[in-house]
């Protein structure tokens, strides 16, 4: 018989190969000749590794805003008055306090409160904006960053009724810092990630989308704030109070403030970075917010049909009795569309034109009521003056 060789077998692959191009992978595994049938196997794993290789978004969102992350740990003295288990209208009596053996009153206790938030850089000159719980009453504020340095701050002002507050990084820098975005721009199902230390867990980056826009506090039945709130789903838990909420750029759109917990767990909210924005400036340069009101609340125009459109401008539910809103003639269902001249698309722009304009100054508005048109003037006061 004639000797078959191995060449005679690999000519005889090869030209297999021709008419069947899947027999290289089907034979590559079991053949071991030098440069036949290897470049397909090194083509494949070259092709692997191109498609696993690129970093994903959250990583470069996280990769442009993390370094201005900081960790906030706060120290805060509780004084309370000596508890002895008697009415103080017993105490109050010296034969008394004889009688049960306390000759003097006890000297009132204090003891240290430690806490910790989450905060971001803002600004090159080492302002850090946070909420105003995290650092409320605070006697001392150390900040620590990513990088592992750890510095003194402090607060130059915090606003109660929007839950933020600026502290400045007693050291010098150079400073990480984080790019702030456009909340106005945001809409339901944008990618939404949280960056925060919750628990104390350093660095640490959930990501969600968002849910909606312009929650109310008092949606929540929380009273006393005046915020209308990112809600999203990305996770926020203790301590991520004050870290940002980016969008999947990297941009900063959104100061995490609260979670919901219990029932209907899972439910976060930020505050949109164009009021956090507009309220840290006021805080860096008069170490105060000011809060315009007209004393009326809002909702978005339904839409004529379900599934259609909503209609621009916004709705007034409310109107606050004695309020400027009410010495103005606005009337509960007037479609306020236009402010000083600007159109309206929705109740934050209402919020946003009427805290631009200031107090004590005329404003103009433009309402439907009943299919007409109304051109009217309102005074804006500030809040915390109206009783």
């Not at 006890?106 to 803002?122: H, N």
């Not at 080492?126 to 409320?136: D, F, I, Q």
């Not at 990618?191 to 990501?207: D, H, K, R, S």
């Not at 105060?288 to 621009?312: D, E, F, I």
């Amino acid at each position: 018989m004639p000797t078959v060789t191995a060449t005679h077998h690999i000519d005889e692959i090869a030209a297999m190969a021709v008419s069947n191009p899947l027999l290289p992978l089907v034979c590559a595994g079991a053949l071991t000749f030098p440069g036949l049938l290897m470049q397909p196997p090194r083509a494949f794993a070259a092709g692997a590794a191109q498609a696993v290789a690129p970093t994903s978004f959250v990583a470069q969102a996280v990769a442009r805003s993390g370094p201005a992350v900081v960790t906030l740990e706060t120290q805060r003295t509780v004084r309370t008055a000596a508890g002895n288990g008697l009415p103080r209208s017993l105490m109050a009596d010296p034969f008394l306090r004889r009688f049960f053996g306390m000759q003097s009153q006890t000297a009132p206790r204090s003891r240290v409160e430690r806490g910790q938030g989450s905060g971001v850089i803002f600004d090159q000159q080492g302002l850090v904006l946070t909420n105003a719980h995290v650092v409320e009453n605070a006697d001392r504020v150390m900040v620590g960053l990513p990088d592992g340095r750890r510095v003194a701050g402090r607060v130059i002002g915090q606003d109660s009724l929007t839950d933020l507050a600026v502290v400045q990084l007693e050291t010098k820098g150079p400073w990480p810092t984080a790019p702030l975005g456009n909340s106005d721009r945001l809409q339901v199902g944008d990618w939404a990630i949280a960056v925060g230390n919750p628990f104390g867990l350093e660095n640490t980056v959930t990501m969600g989308i968002i849910s909606n826009l312009n929650r109310n506090m008092s949606q929540l039945g929380i009273s006393g704030k005046r915020l209308d709130l990112i809600q999203t789903d990305a996770a926020i838990n203790p301590g991520n109070s004050g870290g940002p909420l980016l969008n999947a750029r990297g941009d900063v759109i959104g100061i995490n403030t609260l979670v919901r917990s219990g029932p209907g767990a899972g439910l976060g909210f930020a505050i949109p970075v164009n009021r956090a924005r507009s309220i840290a400036s006021q805080l860096v340069k008069q170490g105060r917010a000011s809060h315009p009101m007209v004393g009326v609340g809002l909702s978005t125009v339904p839409a004529p049909k379900p599934g259609a459109t909503a209609p621009p401008g916004a709705v007034i539910r409310s109107v606050v009795p004695g309020g400027p809103a009410d010495l103005g003639n606005l009337r509960v269902d007037d479609v306020i569309v236009s402010i000083d001249g600007q159109s309206i698309s929705n109740p934050a722009e209402v919020v946003s034109a009427i805290d631009r304009h200031g107090v004590d100054q005329p404003l103009g508005l433009v309402v439907k009521r009943s299919g007409q048109r109304l051109t009217l003037s309102i005074t804006p006061i500030e809040m915390t003056s109206f009783r």
